[in-house]
């Protein structure tokens, strides 16, 4: 084999080939990235956990600090990650290797499942039990801003499905139109789930060490809110495309599967809301 033809067919074969040494195969750091960042948020929490009541073993700044560093890391490596998957080298490998790509979401979303599952068993667990548990005071969750936030992303789902539906059928604008409503309904969502954050922690006094209740809370909600948050970075980056014309009814790979993680994180919010919104408010 030629030197040509070797270069042609090791570039072929590597879609990232910029940032991993030759020889690795269909390789790139971003993975490693993204572990570090997720590792990193566990991290932030236990020494958030350190820092509170009579645990001061480190400074109180550090677990928030490390938190917001980790997640800003874990971010940009699912950036980067994705790049490499859906948009490097778009037009000659968008096309092709579709149903992979959909298969290896649906195998992701069932990681996310035992991921979300873990948590549930958890809150089940300590549910099962005397109720409230002993010592804690349950503050009111299911209000009208949990409902509003809940109607909002359910919404949201109807208007992806439809900027879908539009772009299938041809409908660019609408689709653009309709997308860009997402994201904004997305980032509506996040806002509403920081001031609920800021209502419980200073006025109602319920926060992550407010026993086991409140880890539990705050950890499933604060994950999910973490996956709304890459939802608004992938539909993000789908409205940018999208606005350079990069989609169209026989390419829509990546629309297709940042619609079924969409619909997953909204499925999610619904057995929340009944579980542990409304779940928690009703006697042991």
Do not use: C
């Not at 991993?20 to 929490?45: D, K, M, N, Q, T």
């Not at 490998?93 to 979401?105: N, S, Y």
């Not at 297709?256 to 009703?282: E, K, N, P």
Request: glycine share 12%; no cysteine.
């Amino acid at each position: 084999m030629s030197g040509g033809e070797l270069e042609e067919r090791e570039h072929r074969h590597h879609p990232a080939t910029d940032d991993w040494p030759r020889g690795f195969g269909e390789a790139s750091w971003w993975p490693f990235v993204s572990a570090l960042g997720a590792a990193g948020l566990y991290a932030g929490a236990g020494l958030y956990v350190l820092s509170q009541g009579a645990n001061d073993y480190v400074p109180p700044m550090y677990g928030p600090i490390v938190f917001v560093v980790s997640t800003v890391v874990f971010l940009v490596g699912i950036y980067g990650w994705l790049y490499h998957g859906f948009v490097d080298h778009y037009w000659s490998r968008e096309a092709v290797g579709g149903t992979k790509l959909r298969w290896a979401m649906i195998l992701f979303l069932g990681t996310e499942v035992t991921t979300f599952g873990a948590g549930f068993v958890y809150y089940f667990f300590i549910r099962t039990g005397a109720w409230p548990p002993t010592g804690q005071t349950i503050p009111p969750l299911l209000n009208s801003l949990v409902l509003a936030n809940t109607l909002i992303l359910v919404v949201s789902s109807f208007t992806l499905h439809f900027a879908h539906t539009s772009l299938l059928g041809g409908n660019r604008r609408r689709f653009v139109g309709l997308l860009a409503l997402t994201v904004a309904l997305a980032v509506i969502f996040l806002g509403g789930q920081v001031f609920e954050y800021y209502e419980f922690i200073t006025h109602e006094g319920f926060t992550l060490t407010s026993g086991i209740f409140g880890s539990a809370f705050f950890g499933l909600t604060g994950l999910h809110g973490l996956h709304v948050t890459l939802g608004v970075v992938l539909m993000t980056i789908l409205l940018a495309r999208a606005l350079f014309g990069q989609y169209d009814a026989e390419r829509d790979t990546s629309v297709t599967t940042v619609s079924m993680y969409w619909h997953f994180v909204d499925a999610v919010w619904l057995f929340l809301v009944v579980s542990i919104y409304a779940g928690a408010t009703l006697a042991g």
